[in-house]
């Protein structure tokens, strides 16, 4: 599997923006649909957004849509979350996830990373 590593959460006030960052490793990283996920606290992890191997589809949760951004860099083995106007619903864990090839469900995430937080002060 391809191992993932989370990066660039921390505290920022509402209405102001972060960019998360997944480095990933140990496998052919252009061959996987990437997507991130989030879990706040007492709450189920929920989907974000998610993007395809050539970074020719993109979809986003109805949360995040016209503010988060996900996008890939396949040379630098590379995905992104950019996140502007958060608000005090965006505070959360945020996970990186990698599926093989086409996804069918979300289910098909099999690689996860261990998160980074992101916490929007009032």
């Known amino acids: 599997q391809v191992q993932l590593v989370e990066s660039g959460g921390g505290l920022v006030q509402a209405g102001g923006s972060l960019r998360l960052s997944c480095a990933a490793s140990g496998r052919t990283f252009s061959d996987y649909t990437m997507g991130w996920f989030r879990q706040a606290p007492g709450k189920e992890r929920e989907f974000v957004a998610r993007?395809?191997?050539?970074?020719?589809?993109?979809y986003y949760a109805d949360s995040v849509k016209g503010r988060f951004t996900i996008s890939r860099d396949n040379a630098k083995n590379t995905a992104y979350l950019q996140m502007i106007s958060l608000n005090p619903e965006d505070p959360a864990v945020y996970y990186c996830a990698a599926a093989r090839g086409s996804i069918s469900s979300l289910r098909d995430f099999a690689s996860w990373g261990q998160g980074t937080q992101v916490t929007v002060s009032s």
């Open positions: 993007i395809s191997w050539s970074g020719g589809s993109k």
